[in-house]
């Protein structure tokens, strides 16, 4: 039996959390709008960008909102030339767990809110694009927590929803996971509370990256 793992990105596999929304506070100045409060940018992590983007300001119109999407993948972009800014480092332990989990057999997934190019970036960055089976991303998919991305990544890994986990840190990551009939983990290093990932329908919650293999033996 294939057992697929598939983790989100931004706020599971790294913390992305200053490139975000020093981009998203870079686009509404750009279109001179007073930026939301980080703690508004921080919840609509995990979200594609265009819807991220229309809940931050439900007031514009679909145009303003594709319009600022473009505004800030330029200054993201921009940022990731910059050398004086911090790279998107990996969580702790989540190399470690990668590792484990390959070795116990796992397949290895990514379902994420980030373009293709993105993701790429990422993972180059970090070592990771040979480790992963299938990649999914906003690019090509309806928004988390619609189950289009994991749907995908189960079929082209050739796995089966009841042998699958997803594995993320906010509430739409769940969803999605429940909306699929897998199973899902949450993580407490993200952007969502615990509780809010329990509500969710996550079957567990953890706290670091080193107890996932163990965790998901026993699911």
């Not at 809940?55 to 119109?61: I, M």
């Not at 996971?177 to 509500?199: D, F, I, M, P, Q």
């Not at 107890?211 to 998901?216: F, G, H, R, S």
């Amino acid at each position: 039996m294939i057992r697929l793992a598939v983790f989100d990105c931004d706020g599971t596999l790294v913390d992305s959390q200053a490139n975000i929304c020093r981009a998203m506070e870079a686009c509404f100045v750009q279109h001179r709008l007073d930026p939301p409060t980080r703690e508004d940018i921080r919840r609509i992590v995990g979200l594609s960008l265009v819807p991220a983007i229309a809940r931050l300001l439900p007031e514009a119109d679909p145009a303003m909102h594709a319009a600022m999407a473009e505004a800030y993948k330029r200054a993201f972009h921009a940022m990731r030339m910059d050398a004086a800014l911090d790279p998107e480092p990996l969580f702790d332990g989540v190399a470690e767990a990668i590792d484990a989990l390959d070795s116990a057999g796992w397949l290895l997934g990514v379902a994420t809110g980030k373009s293709d190019r993105g993701l790429a970036l990422i993972l180059e960055h970090h070592g990771l694009t040979q480790r992963f089976v299938t990649l999914q991303t906003a690019d090509r998919h309806p928004s988390k927590p619609h189950p289009a991305m994991l749907n995908a990544a189960i079929a082209e890994a050739g796995g089966d929803p009841a042998a699958t986990v997803m594995i993320g840190d906010t509430s739409y990551d769940i969803a999605m996971a429940v909306n699929a009939g897998t199973h899902a983990v949450g993580v407490a290093w993200g952007y969502h509370e615990a509780h809010e990932l329990h509500a969710a329908g996550a079957h567990h919650v953890t706290t670091h990256a080193r107890d996932l293999p163990a965790l998901l033996e026993v699911l």
